[in-house]
Each structure stands twice: as structure tokens, then as C-alpha cells.
């Protein structure tokens, strides 16, 4: 069964500073990896997906990485703005199902 | 274009009685998928159909819960009989393709089960 990390659980930034939000999981023969912004009361948007043959994807200040062989995904937001507060959940597609990590809750302060 | 339309967005009843919620998906999408969010179990997979058949229903945790898709623009998940420990957000999803193509998620259902 796919299990999905995401390391740490929560984090604050003041504005401006670069984000990095980490994810792992244990079974390597995925599909996709998926990144996704949840804000409270709302459901998920699709921010990035990374299809196992590729190493990156990137829209504006996100920048996600893959590193299949480890198990590791990395996703990189650019000189953080308080819009960007939000919970962000890594999500990987094996067996054409997804299995979400428990997400990281990002404060950015003004 | 309108994303993925649920209903009711909160649903408040007694334990034992049957719920039932709705979703409409994004139109053209040929895949419905149906989550289920709870603190203790984060996201989780109940049901995905494929041109309104049920591919996988692994993830529907006991026989009190059941879900259709009559037509590609119309899917329900129902719980009879409902149990407080039901309360979550639920979740409909909708995507083109299976696994090149994002999942579009509706704004979810907030279940409480009293």
C-alpha cells in the first residue's frame, strides 16, 4: 500500500522568503505525482502534475521536482506572498488511484 | 466553464437517517472519483467511475455506503443508514483521462452526522 509523507506538517514564512514543501513515498512505480493548494472550506486545485518520465514541471514562481528512484518529490514556491497561505497536499497515482499525503499548512506573514 | 458542481455544500442530520449527496462533473470529463477528508485519515479514495461505470469501489468502507452514476453528468453517493462516526467532507472529483490529466475537485460536502 502507497504511503505518503509530507515533512513538516506546517510551516511560517514572512513574505518574500522562498518556500519548500517535501514529499515521500514508498512505492516508486507511480504514474503521476500531483500537487494540489486546499484553502479552508474549499476544495483542491491542481497546482502541478509530474508524470513518472519527467524530473520537473514548473507554472510561475512553483517549481515541483521528481525523484522517482527515491521516492521524493519537492515543490518550490518563489518569493512567497500571503495569498499563497494555504494547505498544500502532495498526491501520487499508482494502480491509477490516487493517495494523498496529510498536506502542509503554509502561513505566509505580511 | 463551471467546474465541479456538488450539493448539498453542508448537510446536518441524525444518526440513522439516509444522505445522500450529489455531484455534477465537469462536462467532456469521463472519470468521477469520490473522497472522502477526515483529520484522523486525511484524503481517501472511496469510488472512481470510468463513462459511468464503477471501476473500483474498494475504498467505500461498509455496505451502508453506495454510489451511482445514472449519466455522465449526474453522480450520487448515498449512507443508509448514517452514523455519527460518517461526519467528513466529502469529496467529488472529475478529470479527463486517467493519469495524464488533473483531478478537478468540487468544493466538497461537509457531513455531520449527530
Known amino acids: 500500500k502507497q504511503e505518503v509523507t509530507q515533512i513538516p506538517a506546517a510551516l511560517s514564512v514572512p513574505e518574500g522568503e522562498n518556500l519548500v514543501l517535501n514529499c515521500s513515498f514508498t512505492?516508486?512505480?507511480?504514474?503521476?505525482l500531483q500537487w494540489f493548494r486546499q484553502d479552508p472550506g474549499k476544495g483542491l486545485t491542481s497546482l502541478l502534475l509530474?508524470?513518472?518520465?519527467?524530473r520537473e514541471q514548473t507554472s510561475g514562481r512553483l517549481n515541483a521536482s521528481l525523484d522517482k528512484s527515491s521516492g521524493r518529490s519537492t515543490l518550490y514556491i518563489a518569493a512567497s506572498q500571503p495569498g499563497d497561505s494555504a494547505t498544500y497536499l502532495c498526491?501520487?497515482?499508482?494502480?491509477?488511484?490516487?493517495?494523498f499525503g496529510a498536506g502542509t499548512t503554509v502561513t505566509v506573514r505580511a | 466553464d463551471a467546474g465541479v458542481i456538488q450539493s448539498p455544500r453542508h448537510e446536518v442530520t441524525e444518526m440513522g437517517q439516509e444522505v445522500t449527496l450529489r455531484c455534477k462533473p465537469i462536462?467532456?470529463?469521463?472519470?468521477l472519483f469520490w473522497y472522502r477528508q477526515t483529520m484522523m485519515r486525511g484524503l481517501e479514495l472511496l469510488i472512481y467511475?470510468?463513462?459511468?461505470?464503477?471501476?473500483?469501489d474498494s475504498g467505500m468502507p461498509e455496505d451502508r455506503f453506495s454510489a451511482k452514476m445514472p449519466n455522465a453528468s449526474f453522480s450520487t453517493l448515498k449512507i443508509q443508514p448514517s452514523e455519527p462516526r460518517d461526519s467528513a467532507v466529502y469529496f467529488c472529483?472529475?478529470?479527463?483521462?486517467?493519469?495524464?490529466?488533473?483531478?478537478?475537485f468540487g468544493d466538497g460536502t461537509r457531513l455531520s452526522i449527530l
Open positions: 462536462s467532456g470529463h469521463d472519470y
Open positions: 467511475f470510468n463513462n459511468n461505470v464503477p471501476i473500483d
Open positions: 512505492d516508486s512505480a507511480i504514474y503521476n
Open positions: 472529483a472529475s478529470s479527463y483521462g486517467r493519469s495524464n490529466q488533473p483531478q478537478h
Open positions: 498526491a501520487v497515482m499508482d494502480d491509477y488511484k490516487l493517495s
Open positions: 509530474i508524470q513518472s518520465s519527467q
